[in-house]
C-alpha cells in the first residue's frame, strides 16, 4: 500500500529551495485574505519531484472537473489551465536562484508546520528564511473563481534540512563582521 493515499498531496525533495518564505505571519496580497506562503525552488535535475508534482495536478485536474466546468458545457483542457508548476528559466531569466529550476508559490490561511531534519518544531523565525533547502508537504487543488479557472497549490508543512545562502541580498550580520578589518574604526 502507498504512504501517501491522497494523490494530490506531494512532498518535495530535500533539494527544493524556499523563496519568498512567509511562514511566520500571514501576508495580505493586493488587500486580500492574509496567507502564509512560500515559493519552492525545484532543481530540474530532480525528474521524481517534478512527476510527482506532475501526476499530483493532473489528479487535482480529474477531480475538480466539475468545478472547472462551472456553468459551460466542457471542462477545459489541462494545457490552457493556469497550473502552479512554472519554469524559472523563462519566468525569472534575471534571477540566479531560479535558473535550471522550477518553482511554485504555495500559500495557506493556516500556519504551517515547521520541523527541522529530525522532526523537532523550529521555534527560532531566523532559522527559517529565503534560501534555506528543505522538503515542503503540498496539495494541489482546482478552483474557478471570477473566471479564472485552474489548479493551485496549498502549504502544508516544511521540513528544513540544511542552510543555504539568504536569497533577498541583504547580507548576515556574521558575514558583515567576519573580518576582523577594524582600520576604520574610529578614524
Not at 123 to 146: I, K, P, Q
Request: with cysteine.
Amino acid at each position: 500500500m502507498s504512504k501517501n493515499a491522497n494523490p494530490m498531496k506531494v512532498v518535495t525533495s530535500p533539494d527544493t529551495r524556499w523563496s519568498y518564505a512567509n511562514v511566520w505571519e500571514p501576508k495580505s496580497i493586493n488587500g486580500g485574505t492574509p496567507k502564509y506562503s512560500v515559493s519552492l525552488i525545484i532543481p530540474k535535475s530532480d525528474t521524481k519531484t517534478v512527476a510527482k508534482i506532475k501526476a499530483a495536478i493532473e489528479a487535482a485536474y480529474h477531480d475538480g472537473e466539475a468545478k472547472l466546468r462551472g456553468t459551460g458545457k466542457s471542462v477545459p483542457a489541462l494545457s490552457v489551465l493556469k497550473t502552479p508548476l512554472r519554469d524559472g528559466d523563462a519566468e525569472r531569466p534575471d534571477d540566479a536562484a531560479y535558473a535550471g529550476s522550477y518553482f511554485m508559490n504555495a500559500n495557506s490561511t493556516t500556519p504551517p508546520g515547521i520541523v527541522d531534519s529530525d522532526c523537532q518544531r523550529i521555534l527560532e523565525r531566523s532559522e527559517v528564511y529565503s534560501g534555506v533547502y528543505g522538503r515542503a508537504s503540498v496539495s494541489f487543488y482546482a478552483f474557478n473563481s471570477n473566471g479564472n479557472k485552474g489548479i493551485a497549490c496549498s502549504l502544508n508543512n516544511l521540513q528544513k534540512i540544511r542552510d543555504g545562502e539568504p536569497l533577498g541580498g541583504k547580507a548576515s550580520a556574521e558575514s558583515d563582521f567576519a573580518t576582523s578589518d577594524d582600520d576604520d574604526f574610529l578614524s
